[in-house]
């Protein structure tokens, strides 16, 4: 029996569809202890902004039920140091990798754009638009069609056309397919669903938020039936809608509800916190449950619940 | 696998409890961990899955290793020592012997060895004491005088096995209440012992306050401090960027630097302290 | 020691702040097996329509992770009913009520309201403004300022003023707090805070939704920290709001949470299906957690996290 | 508390496990339940937290209650048959003895036990036979012929305790892949059955499918038929509206009745079956 695991993101290709969720993995070599970074799909990195970024202040984290909180605040090295650092290492690992870019601004996603043409290595680009905006009062681009237009215009204009496009959204809004429509007309060739929902927790110790931030993204478990219908409306929405599916996946039947959903690939975010292995078993249990349920490829799967749609 | 890098011995075990007692206010647990036992380092941490199968508790909680015995082909386990605090340690205290869990290690950085004979001061704050007893075998194993001091809100937190005591030179105690030994905080007695006991290095783990003051007082008296720095941490392997903490680099500048593989041990000579709720000036990215 | 328990939402007062949550609470018979209603805050009872009215199909509900998906569509005997037998057996009870309306269209929110005055025993009106308007796509009357203020203003027109009239919005949109000041603008005098998040769950052996409905409002602890995060941001933009906070309180910890937040009162809902006394232990141990910290009377606690903005 | 209403004897207590016993494709659980006992009747069910302390899963489980016991002032016991299935009945079955959960009972209704002596068919499928050893009990205690024909996918997953046999005249077997008993599925067999014992009620108990196609022989021999349904329930005492199935009143309008409180025991005749997914016409507030 010969199962077909591979899948694509628009015109990129990956051997299978487990990937790594974006912020989720280190810089990909601390994670690399515990598997071959090369058998995932791919490695998403943590989303990078022009310059180096100290992030939040501390605390960062708090659990909730079958979930956390985090504000990590896009602490990272900078473009420059990426480029010349993580990506190479990547490389030599033999790793296929999508490249997360988050800006403050849209001359941002413009910058961080050129800046990744002609990378060997990249297979495409996630563009998290679910970040504060420092020309619209903070305001998260994705939040505002106008804003999440010009970001992956942006990026649309200055990216090298070979690196498909993957929008990522906050599911923070009142009706997320629109502004994946709004993002297919900027030129996104993808969607990256969903970012994490903005929550908070008060230490009753102190009587103030726990966290240095005051909210944090909400992620884990406790997301998933939102993840599922977020895919499910944009790609009812928008019938060909390319997905790659996140929030709250710890396992091959969390993952399978995705996929049927409408989601041809697969970020394992928390779960890797919880499991280091995660991704490598939520790989091997999807493939599991999808050759048991008589698929004969992964793509078959990828939206079955939508096959009584006109 | 990457080699010289760390948690580079780091797997995941079902781990099975071969002993659970309750000793003062806490759990000394011990674990069957096989080949883990044997790359322990005093220093190292374990992560482990707490609240079974269905647990709406996500994350690892870490532990100090308090001891670690490699037994060879026969496995190796490693103790613990638990503070029944919120629901993942309570869920743990309170497992029957022959539960698994799930635990992953070793974790993080160990303290450093000496490589000539030093006069070294162990000082633990509460559980803190947990992964010194180890330490000091190992010190004492190299030649090292080892004097310690463990102090705690009241006896009861004074974590202070019997075989624990053999391995160190001297035992000072000190609670906030008087309940035991000296009334009053380690940090008042540091100076006292340092200058008696003619100290080269502190090794320290306990409360972030207290690693502060010991800081401090290495610092006037211009020595060596490694210590053990606890902070909330969602996933023990450097993933997750949550338990940061502002670290000096050999530059001179501060980085937000992850405790978990950058520590638990660090030079406290190096950390910029009650960072809490602040990003200092001049760190890196700022 | 005498620590003040009651609370007051606008203009009406309660004997303490622990109330039932909309349509999880039975007609209120079914509860009061277990505890007397009089001990309540207040019952707010399950959202009424004009009509009688069946409910969706079955499966109606999905256990998730820290939470539960329902799809139970208003199901409920209509107003006349409801003001024929439900309201009449609350008061012999000594209960103090809260009713909550929903309508389909502005004028079922005019006409329930004009239902409503004169009815003895009504301490206040919870406006479910989360359900689907059917003159306007089934859009969410909450989910677009312009319906919100229309259901909200419909009900200002109609209802006695004695009443206060509560608002209750939906987590899903952009900015709850900018919904919530059109409330006030239409007249709300106070706010529940939260409606469940829409989710779904798929069935991974008819690899269809699990709910006939499809979608689901996800409640219980899962939500817990958007709850907190809505009652904040509702606070922080109106610093006068007053809240009924609800959203994944089980115990008193997680009441306090809200209460810090800035809500006068507390709905317990899901709690109650996994522990059928939920609502009489959570205001047992609220009670404690306040007294313990030094608080004089329950108000002293109210939006306490808000003490140190200007 | 209100006279004359549904789950008036409910309470929710700490009920220790006594005995759990793996019996075939079930277990087999006693539970010290004080007062639930004596108030408990067949056809009667509890609902149990499972998951423990931090458990991510919020809903009770619902079981029918196999048999109870009261014994006066030393308190009672109740017996339950669990399939192991999901996460919620893995964790229950998984309990060692003394264990406590929390149990809230006895709930909604339970069968009606005729005044005169009857020839009753007690119908069961899979676990379903559980209740109907504690009915068959009572109704011989009244005087009754009681005839049991239990069914199940393969013979693992037939409960029929040896002591349960005691109290029914006769106990037909049947099994879908034929390990067991007859080969075929119970309602193939009942027309038979009916007929020579010349049966005049019907209880039964099992999957949704079993107790509509015993309906239809039901109504076809012109019996009663008391049948006690399983709908996914979120509350189990009637607040939530989530377990509805539609049922005519007696004014032959149907309505999305609560099969926790106006069941599980309901008139197999009144439920319009097979109606997951829509609301059937007519349904009042369509
Ligand atoms: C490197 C390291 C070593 C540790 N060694 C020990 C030890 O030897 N013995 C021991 O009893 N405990 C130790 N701890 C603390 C332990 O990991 C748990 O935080 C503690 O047991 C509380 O967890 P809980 O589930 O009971 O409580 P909860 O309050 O329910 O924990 C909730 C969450 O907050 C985090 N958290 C809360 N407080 C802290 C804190 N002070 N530090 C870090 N995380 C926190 C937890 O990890 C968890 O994610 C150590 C922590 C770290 C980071
Ligand atoms: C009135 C009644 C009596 C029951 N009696 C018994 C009994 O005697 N023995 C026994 O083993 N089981 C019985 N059940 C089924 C039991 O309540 C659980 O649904 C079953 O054990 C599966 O739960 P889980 O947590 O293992 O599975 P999961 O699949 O994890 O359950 C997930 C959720 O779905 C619900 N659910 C799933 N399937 C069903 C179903 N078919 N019916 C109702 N709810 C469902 C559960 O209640 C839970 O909320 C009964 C159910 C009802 C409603
Ligand atoms: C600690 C942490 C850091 C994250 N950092 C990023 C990030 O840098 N960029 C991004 O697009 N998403 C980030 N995310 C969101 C995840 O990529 C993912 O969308 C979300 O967590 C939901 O998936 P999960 O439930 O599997 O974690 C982060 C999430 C967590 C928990
Ligand atoms: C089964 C169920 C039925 C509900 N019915 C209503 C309703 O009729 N009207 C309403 O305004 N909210 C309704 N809600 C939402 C609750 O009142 C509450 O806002 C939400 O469940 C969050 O609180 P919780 O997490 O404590 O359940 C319902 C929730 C559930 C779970
Ligand atoms: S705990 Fe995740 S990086 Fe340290
Ligand atoms: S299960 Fe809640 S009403 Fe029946």
Redesign the pocket.
Known sequence: MSFDYSTSLAHASFKNPIFT????AGSGKELSQFFPLSDLGAV?T??IMLKPRSGRATPR?AETPS??L?S?G?QGPGIDLFLEKDIPWLVDQGADIVV?I?GETVEDYAILSQRLNGVAGISAV?V?I?CPNVENRGQVFSCDPVTAHAAISAVKRNLNPALPIIA?LSPDVTDIAAIAEVCVSAGADAF?L???LLGMVIDLNTMRPKLAGKTG?L???A??PV?VRAIYQVRSRIPDAVILG?????NGRDALELVLAGASGI?????T?GNPRAAMDIKNELESLLVERGFASFSEAVGYVHRDEI | MVAGMINRFATTVAAEIISNKKVGAYHHIVFEVGAIAAHARPGNFVAISVGGENSSMVLRRAFAIHRSMDRGASGGVIELVVAPHGGGSRWLTGLPVHSKVSLTGPLGTAFGIPTEPVRALLVGGGYGSAPLFGLAEVLKSRGCRVDMVLGASSAGKIYAPIEGKRSVNSLTITTDDGSAGFHGKVSDFLPKLIEENQIEIIYSCGPMGMLEAISEIAQQHDLLHQCAVEESM?CGIGV???CVLPIKGDDGVARMERSCIKGPVVDGEKVIWNSKGLIPEGTWGK
């Not at chain 1, 969720?21 to 989720?24: H, I, L, V």
């Not at chain 1, 996140?246 to 710890?250: A, H, P, T, Y």
């Open positions: 969720a974006s912020g989720c998403v943590k989303s984290m979930g956390m985090n990590i896009l997360s988050a996630e998290n679910s990522k990256a969903i970012n994490t993204g992620s884990g478990p997301i998933r993840a996140m929030g709250g996946v710890s970020s394992v975010g928390t779960a916190f | 969602a997750c960027m949550t």
